[in-house]
């Protein structure tokens, strides 16, 4: 969709650093530094978790401590020191609220500055948000119009208590603990997270979504999304993440579980700018994030739509394993890099069910001295008849000194499969800001809107009002890339 | 209008315009003829503020602005407008996205609001109407996939939109077919006003026959050679270039 006028305008009044990038000044409440059994066990008695998830932590715990980082990625960073983070911080005076009114009017005021009034989502928008600030979920709204639907729409910790056997079914069931060492991680320290389920038949009344936002110094954001999409049923779930300014590199190691039974469908879409550090290269977020999703019935569908501006590194490949006949899997990427950030982000299409397609559109956009890696694996196996899969891959260089990598993986087990790449690689050329300018449009102006046409046939697939905050973030992430 | 006094520029170092004088006046168009490689183009994007195109000695004055250093969207604010030999493409961005944009960062530059979604559509149907353009493509990405006269008829629907007050016309005729041109022809004559002026630059004098000019020049070496009346396009047609090159026809 094209450039709104409201967007010129929002982008113009904004300053040029990082606009999230305030503190909110609430009491939290946290656990002591680092991580051992000890801390687990204080984290699943402060959610008042039953005896199974906290022995499900510990073995994931026990687990991590055996496993190696991940090396695949085109990244580099010094080691992570895992003792000198927090695991566990919620803001002190929040006991459930059970509406908006309850809820500590700054804490409003942070999501009002982020550019999200939840009083007006839920006024106008009718969006239903569950807010998660570190790591307790603090609001939940549209509650009731969505357990009128059956839908259910809560916190991972409420899952928990009252829907244990859910819980127990798939939490863990298409990223296992033992999946990488980030996953394991979130899977003993998980703080919080937002679990959905959508019964049989049933078309979920309004897009859900969830805003995601490390505030506290030094803490480790873990959250757990599971989705459940019973059969014949669609739901559509955003995400957006945030977090403020700091000079040390926090970690976020979310995991992100999807499940889609027979003829249905789910849309997720994802914006995120999390702080990406300073133009130096200091701070910022090491984002690394696992999400797959299943398409265990047939004719099911799963549809990831990412939109990555920030972080410092970016490690991320929401995947389909498409198991049900004639499944469906989706990814349209757009990943931005400015200044030094690094990002390895792509997909895994896994075909096992027969007449299986998969759709990759992958645009990457490098600027400044950062790094821009697609890592993508389209695998088909040997039962997999008739899959299909189409791969295009389209990078931009703005400047000189970006790097643009892309890195497909094709296994194919079955010689009927249908399998195409496409790849492009190009600059933000003179002669096209020169056009643009000798019309009238500045020159920064001018690249948002070549980047943002580049960009087109992903954000399409935005739901409407992340796909004006998202030609917004295009435009802040490449500020001060021309002139 | 514009005042072009002893201009010297270069490209990428090269000195290609080497004392270059013009003037126009207002609601005056002016045609500028000359071989390949006279200069002809340089002149188009020394006008525009082309970075790499840079004036040496001389001065250039617009509307009483010495535009000789400004960025081109100050130039373009000013009223300056180029209508490309060879219109960019820019994919994913629709032709009226780009419209819009380009409207609404002149009258930012103005001091104006922002033109209103229902007035902008009203204008750009009259003007794509008054072309002769399908209405399907304002939807493509600028300029992608557009035939030769696609792209010549998108420069004038642009200029048609901008309303500048001197439009430069670089080669526009080159690649149109005798209806095409007809077409942009008419575009252009529909804009002569009193207050905007018109620099067409040319190689052949095929697109005089339907734009009639007030004054001809001849730029050859970097240099007006020669200033005339329109029948000095006829003369050329007739006898070429070489009494300016010093080359055999």
């Known amino acids: 969709m094209p450039v709104t006028n409201e967007t010129r305008e929002a982008v113009a009044?904004?300053?040029?650093?990082?606009?999230?990038?305030?503190?909110?000044?609430?009491?939290?409440?946290?656990?002591?530094?680092?991580?051992?059994?000890?801390?687990?066990?204080?984290?699943?008695?402060?959610?008042?978790?039953?005896?199974?998830?906290?022995?499900?932590?510990?073995?994931?715990?026990?687990?991590?401590?055996?496993?190696?980082?991940?090396?695949?990625a085109k990244v580099k960073f010094a080691p992570l020191d895992y003792q000198d983070a927090y695991y566990y911080a919620a803001p002190k005076n929040i006991d459930r609220p059970k509406s908006l009114d309850e809820v500590d009017p700054k804490l409003l005021e942070t999501y009002q500055k982020l550019g999200i009034p939840l009083r007006e989502q839920e006024m106008l928008a009718g969006v239903a948000v569950d807010a998660v600030f570190d790591s307790v979920s603090v609001v939940t709204t549209f509650r009731e119009k969505l357990h009128e639907a059956g839908v259910i729409f809560c916190s991972i910790s409420e899952a928990i208590r009252d829907y244990p056997e859910m819980i127990k079914k798939y939490m863990g069931s298409v990223v296992p603990y033992t999946d990488n060492k980030h996953a394991c991680l979130n899977a003993a320290v998980f703080t919080d997270g937002t679990f959905v389920y959508i019964p049989e038949g049933v078309r979920c009344p309004m897009?859900?979504?969830?805003?995601?936002?490390?505030?506290?110094?030094?803490?480790?954001?873990?959250?757990?999304?599971?989705?459940?999409?019973?059969?014949?049923?669609?739901?559509?779930?955003?995400?957006?993440?945030t977090a403020p300014m700091r000079d040390e590199n926090q970690l976020h190691a979310a995991v992100v579980e999807l499940i889609a039974m027979d003829d249905?469908?789910?849309?997720?879409?994802?914006?995120?700018?999390?702080?990406?550090?300073?133009?130096?290269?200091?701070?910022?977020?090491?984002?690394?994030?696992?999400?797959?999703?299943?398409?265990?019935?047939?004719?099911?569908?799963?549809?990831?739509?990412?939109?990555?501006?920030?972080?410092?590194?970016?490690?991320?490949?929401?995947?389909?394993?498409?198991?049900?006949?004639?499944?469906?899997?989706?990814?349209?990427?757009?990943?931005?890099?400015?200044?030094?950030?690094?990002?390895?982000?792509?997909?895994?299409?896994?075909?096992?069910?027969?007449n299986t397609r998969s759709r990759i559109v992958s645009k990457g956009i490098s600027a400044g001295k950062s790094d821009n890696t697609y890592r993508g694996l389209v695998r088909i196996a040997a039962k997999a008849e008739n899959a299909r899969n189409y791969t295009q891959c389209d990078s931009l260089l703005i400047g000189h000194n970006c790097g643009a990598h892309t890195v497909p993986y094709i296994e194919n087990r079955n010689p009927g499969a249908t399998l195409e790449h496409e790849a492009t690689t190009s600059k933000v050329s003179e002669d096209q800001l020169f056009y643009c300018r000798s019309r009238g449009i500045p020159d920064e102006e001018a690249l948002t809107l070549i980047v943002n046409g580049f960009c087109r046939e992903v954000l399409q697939h935005l739901p409407m009002e992340f796909a004006v905050e998202a030609q917004k973030l295009v435009a802040i992430s490449l500020e001060g890339s021309v002139g | 209008m514009l005042k072009i006094e002893n201009l010297h520029a270069t490209v990428d170092g090269r000195e290609v315009l080497k004392g270059l004088t013009l003037e126009i006046n207002s609601g005056e168009v002016h045609a500028i003829m000359g071989p390949n490689g006279s200069g002809k183009s340089t002149l188009s994007y020394v006008l525009a503020g082309r970075d790499g195109y840079d004036v040496t000695e001389g001065k250039i004055t617009f509307m009483g602005h010495d535009i000789g250093e400004m960025a081109p969207e100050e130039r373009a604010a000013l009223g300056i407008f180029l209508a490309f030999q060879y219109p960019v493409e820019i994919p994913g961005v629709t032709t009226t996205t780009f419209l819009k944009t380009a409207v609404n960062a002149l009258r930012k530059a103005h001091g104006a609001a922002e033109i209103s979604p229902v007035d902008f559509l009203k204008l750009q149907k009259e003007k794509t109407?008054?072309?002769?353009?399908?209405?399907?493509?304002?939807?493509?990405?600028?300029?992608?996939?557009?035939?030769?006269?696609?792209?010549?008829?998108?420069?004038?629907?642009?200029?048609?939109?901008?309303?500048?007050?001197?439009?430069?016309?670089?080669?526009?005729?080159?690649?149109?077919?005798?209806?095409?041109?007809?077409?942009?022809?008419?575009?252009?004559?529909?804009?002569?006003?009193?207050?905007?002026?018109?620099?067409?630059?040319?190689?052949?004098?095929?697109?005089?026959?339907?734009?009639?000019?007030?004054?001809?020049?001849?730029?050859?070496?970097?240099?007006?050679?020669?200033?005339?009346?329109?029948?000095?396009?006829?003369?050329?047609?007739?006898?070429?270039?070489?009494?300016?090159t010093g080359e055999a026809a």
């Not at chain 1, 999230?20 to 978790?49: H, N, Q, Y």
């Not at chain 2, 008829?153 to 309303?163: D, G, K, S």
């Not at chain 2, 006003?193 to 000019?213: C, G, M, V, W």
Request: with cysteine.
């Open chain 1, 13 to 72: 009044q904004l300053d040029r650093k990082y606009e999230a990038g305030f503190i909110t000044d609430i009491e939290m409440e946290r656990a002591p530094k680092g991580v051992d059994e000890d801390i687990i066990r204080l984290i699943s008695a402060k959610k008042g978790e039953p005896a199974w998830m906290l022995e499900s932590r510990l073995k994931a715990f026990r687990h991590w401590q055996t496993m190696p980082e991940p090396a695949w």
């Open chain 1, 207 to 241: 897009e859900l979504s969830t805003y995601f936002r490390i505030n506290e110094a030094k803490t480790g954001q873990f959250e757990r999304t599971l989705i459940v999409a019973e059969k014949g049923s669609y739901v559509s779930y955003l995400e957006g993440c």
């Open chain 1, 264 to 354: 249905a469908e789910i849309k997720y879409s994802t914006v995120q700018n999390w702080y990406p550090g300073d133009e130096n290269g200091k701070g910022g977020i090491y984002n690394f994030v696992t999400k797959r999703g299943i398409c265990k019935g047939k004719r099911a569908k799963i549809s990831w739509t990412q939109v990555e501006t920030g972080s410092a590194i970016t490690w991320k490949y929401p995947s389909c394993i498409l198991l049900g006949d004639d499944s469906v899997g989706e990814f349209y990427s757009v990943a931005i890099t400015n200044n030094y950030q690094q990002a390895d982000t792509g997909t895994k299409m896994i075909h096992i069910g027969k």
């Open chain 2, 129 to 244: 109407a008054q072309l002769g353009m399908d209405a399907d493509f304002l939807k493509r990405g600028v300029n992608v996939g557009f035939s030769g006269g696609e792209k010549k008829r998108n420069e004038v629907l642009q200029l048609a939109m901008l309303q500048p007050k001197l439009a430069i016309l670089d080669e526009t005729d080159s690649g149109l077919d005798i209806d095409a041109l007809k077409v942009v022809a008419a575009g252009v004559n529909a804009l002569r006003a009193e207050d905007r002026s018109f620099l067409i630059i040319t190689h052949y004098q095929r697109l005089l026959n339907y734009i009639k000019p007030d004054v001809v020049h001849v730029l050859a070496k970097g240099k007006i050679q020669r200033t005339g009346g329109p029948e000095l396009a006829l003369e050329l047609e007739e006898n070429g270039y070489a009494d300016f």
